[in-house]
């Protein structure tokens, strides 16, 4: 049986720099392969040249026994190759249904768009992925997640033969995931391929069939995904042995650090109460748009239209901007941090100090010493891996770029700790590294509390749980008690 | 796509080098190019007395252009210098003229009052587009382009369209006067320049800047006052238009109704050529200053040799325009 696509030998090179030495794949029909690699493995350099996007050096491409070669991301699509990428690019303003057919809309009389067809066929590609959008509803009034979803919808729509999946769930819930699962099966029965590419171990072995290993721009192994197991899997992908993924060094104290009672916004969050102990790691789960988010919104004065009591070391504090959320002791490390956590265009050292520039200039001008030393001693303490401190971070990795950010705010030296998906888009190598700054900090004392809409994370980090369901707190559970099961069942 | 595979992993350390090199000094590097073309072409280029003329063209738009660089730091963009200025000239100089005016009985005052005045109705200005813009959120675009017509219907109301003439020596002094035989309007670029880069480049509140432009949603998440620092840089860009204002005037010996009209253009100019982004976040005020100076020298050249106005008008078009090009390419890397 000829495989769908097979690729040797490829290489790639940037500048006189290797991206890619030595790609190796093969996809089988009616089969999900999950092509695995940290940041800077060359998945990306992969699939941009299978899209047609970059030219390969050397190397050979065959698409169904036959040698091909892409010069643009169409003639991929034409040989019936498409792909979910992780950065959207909806038109906000248009529809699903013309976001879905853009470029290809069915013409009805008189050289007019048939908007009837084409929301039709929407609606039915929409239905059959059990994604519940509506197919004239604008892009700009759905949820990322949502956006994601029609994104998805869009690749299937071009009936391609072979399908790209990159970090396909990383800005959707838990139960999305679950539909977009539902419909890799059902693609697969209907024989076609899907290179799965994402960070989330669990997910790999919840719907691969194969895998693939790169690393530093090499081939590393591939094989059947029931003969092997998540240890040797995490050990290909880093490349040296690793012990537990979580590894708990802190335990919670007697004493309260934050207390939050009552908390709402309205329309948003109603009647959030919990306390976190000195010590702590307190975990909160939910689905995308549950209100999780918007707990930190609110303690952190970046929601206008916030209430509640919050009650810091036992005494009531009143956070009105980001300002006063800081002179309080606390930090918030963003859901995303291209978006909110980092000034892209700027150096890693300017990023570490972007949270403490009063502190750095007591009589207005800057302390350059200061600045040059801050940086320095975060970059040694969280091992940021840096050319030199005056280079852009957008050309950090995404472990290291995270990592920026969590030294910017302990360069504060926080008394509580807000994480909003500490890991998201991070390797595995990097999230460990960030796991054990986590566990550290707490261990010393300081107060925790983790957003993440990854269970094992969730449960592997916390030593309670709280769990969101619409707006609102739906249990607090304590680590012996949380497991998978009770979280889903309580957040939906 | 996961971030940073498509680059090099290691080795980028030269490309990124000479990257920085040619961000540096590129531009400085044309500016040297365009001075060597034109020195050789015409030896009068080159003498004093040129070079203090192609100076003194360049210092109000030099003032101008760094104010803007404030503001295009932050995303924004100052439509409204242009019209700022006019209104600046003429009511600081109904406070300096020796002729009988309606506006100001009594006059003329002193010199110190007239030029307060007129850096306050520049401040004001650019205060009141502040608040617009980072109050109610209204596109920048928008803001100065209101100001652009207000400021100078205001002007033709307040001299009721004619000139303000006759002012007085002392006030002229800024525009006409010497110190150590430099001009003073190119003192006055100097000293603006030297200042705005010690802000931007020294100062917090330099970072609340680049911050704000950059990435205003993670400016504000690091505690920066994002309403402020947006509103201060209209200040700032109104304060300095008011500056040019006086300067214009005091070089003319009266205020004209019509005078900065498409000011703004050329500051704008200056600055794009100079290497700062419109998207905000990266530039200097040396690229700006150097920006101003090519249009200063380019229209000097072309006038020294003797090509109409209109012909300067399409080079400074395409000059603007390909020193965008040149900008996209460096930044799409090497």
């Not at chain 1, 995404?398 to 509580?416: A, E, S, T, Y």
């Amino acid at each position: 049986m000829t495989s769908l696509l097979k690729v040797e030998g490829l290489t790639k090179s940037f500048g006189g720099v290797h991206a890619l030495k030595n790609g190796q794949f093969e996809l089988a029909a009616g089969s999900v392969h999950a092509l695995c690699g940290g940041n800077g493995a060359g998945k990306s350099t992969f699939l941009s040249i299978l899209m047609g996007i970059h030219r390969r050096d050397g190397g050979t491409i065959w698409r169904s026994g036959q040698p091909v070669e892409f010069t643009s991301p169409a003639e991929a699509l034409a040989s019936g190759i498409a792909i979910i990428e992780q950065e959207l690019s909806p038109v906000p303003f248009m529809t699903v249904a013309e976001n879905i057919f853009l470029g290809r809309e069915p013409s009805g009389r008189f050289g007019g768009i048939d908007f009837r067809a084409m929301n039709k066929a929407a609606q039915r590609l929409l239905d059959d992925l059990a994604f519940d959008i509506r197919a004239d509803q604008t892009m700009a009034s759905l949820s990322v997640a949502k956006m994601q979803l029609v994104e998805i919808a869009k690749a299937l729509s071009h009936d391609a033969e072979v399908i790209f999946m990159d970090e396909p769930t990383s800005a959707i819930g838990e139960r999305e995931a679950q539909h977009l699962f539902a419909a890799i099966e059902r693609l697969k029965a209907q024989g076609r391929g899907i290179v799965y590419v994402s960070h989330r171990l669990s997910e790999i072995f919840q719907i691969a069939d194969a895998y693939t290993v790169f690393r530093d721009g090499a081939y590393v192994g591939s094989g059947r995904m029931a003969d092997v197991d998540r240890p040797t899997l995490i050990g290909m992908i880093v490349g040296r042995e690793l012990g537990e993924e979580y590894i708990k060094t802190n335990a919670p104290t007697a004493e309260v650090g934050l207390e939050v009672q009552g908390l709402q916004s309205p329309g948003k969050i109603e009647d959030v109460s919990f306390q976190v102990h000195k010590g702590e790691i307190f975990g909160i789960y939910g689905l995308m748009g549950s209100g999780r988010t918007e707990i930190f919104d609110c303690l952190f004065g970046l929601d206008d239209a916030a209430s509640g009591r919050i009650m810091l070391d036992g005494s009531e504090v009143s956070i009105e901007k980001p300002a006063d959320a800081m002179a309080q002791g606390l930090a918030l490390v963003t859901e995303d941090r291209k978006k909110t956590g980092l000034n892209l265009s700027d150096s890693v050292r300017r990023n570490i100090s972007l949270a403490s520039l009063p502190e750095m200039s007591p009589s207005f001008v800057m302390r350059r010493g200061d600045e040059v030393a801050a940086s320095r001693s975060m970059i040694e303490r969280f091992h940021i891996k840096a050319a030199r401190d005056t280079m852009p971070v957008s050309g950090l990795s995404g472990g290291n770029q995270q990592k920026v950010v969590l030294g910017k705010w302990f360069l504060r030296q926080p008394r509580v700790l807000l994480l909003d998906e500490p890991t998201r888009g991070v390797d595995v190598g990097a999230k460990r590294e960030i796991y054990r700054i986590i566990c550290d900090y707490a261990a010393a004392g300081g107060t925790v509390v983790m957003i993440s809409s990854e269970i094992d994370e969730v449960l592997g980090m916390s030593d309670r749980v709280m769990v969101m369901r619409g707006g609102r707190a739906a249990g607090i559970l304590d680590r012996t008690e949380a497991n998978a099961q009770s979280l889903v069942h309580l957040s939906t | 796509m996961s971030d940073g595979n498509v680059k090099p992993a290691t080795g980028w350390l030269g490309s990124e080098k000479r990257r920085l090199l040619v961000q540096e000094y590129g531009i400085f590097i044309a500016f040297l190019i365009l001075v060597a073309i034109l020195s050789v072409s015409n030896p009068y280029f080159l003498t004093a007395g040129n070079i203090s003329n192609v100076l003194l063209q360049t210092s109000i738009n030099g003032v101008l252009a760094i104010g803007m660089t404030f503001v295009i730091l932050t995303r924004g963009i100052d439509l409204s210098v242009g019209s700022v200025v006019a209104l600046a000239g003429i009511v600081s100089a109904s406070f300096a003229t020796t002729s009988a005016t309606a506006m100001v009985p009594g006059g003329p005052y002193p010199v110190a009052l007239a030029l307060a005045v007129g850096i306050l109705v520049g401040v004001v200005s650019g205060a009141i587009v502040g608040v617009i813009v980072s109050r109610f959120a209204v596109p920048a675009f928008v803001a100065t382009l209101g100001m652009l017509s207000a400021a100078r219907g205001a002007t033709l109301i307040y001299g009721g369209g004619r000139p303000v003439p006759a002012l007085l020596p002392e006030f002229r002094w800024i525009g006409t006067g010497n110190v150590f035989g430099i001009p003073m309007p190119v003192v006055i670029l100097i000293v603006v320049f030297a200042l705005s880069w010690w802000v931007l480049a020294r100062t917090r509140f330099g970072r609340y800047i680049y911050a704000v432009g950059g990435n205003p949603h993670a400016a504000k998440t690091s505690g920066i006052d994002v309403t402020r620092t947006r509103f201060v840089v209209y200040v700032i860009s109104g304060g300095l238009a008011g500056l040019a204002g006086m300067i214009l005037s005091a070089r003319t010996g009266s205020a004209l109704p019509q005078a900065g009209i498409a000011y703004e253009l050329d500051a704008i100019a200056a600055v794009v050529i100079g290497g700062t982004s419109l998207s905000g976040g990266v530039g200097r005020v040396t690229g700006t200053l150097i920006g101003a100076l090519i249009i200063g020298v380019m229209n000097n050249g072309l006038d020294l040799m003797g090509i109409q106005s209109y012909y300067q008008q399409i080079l400074k078009g395409a000059l603007i325009v390909g020193a965008v090009m040149l900008d996209q390419k460096r930044n799409q890397g090497f």
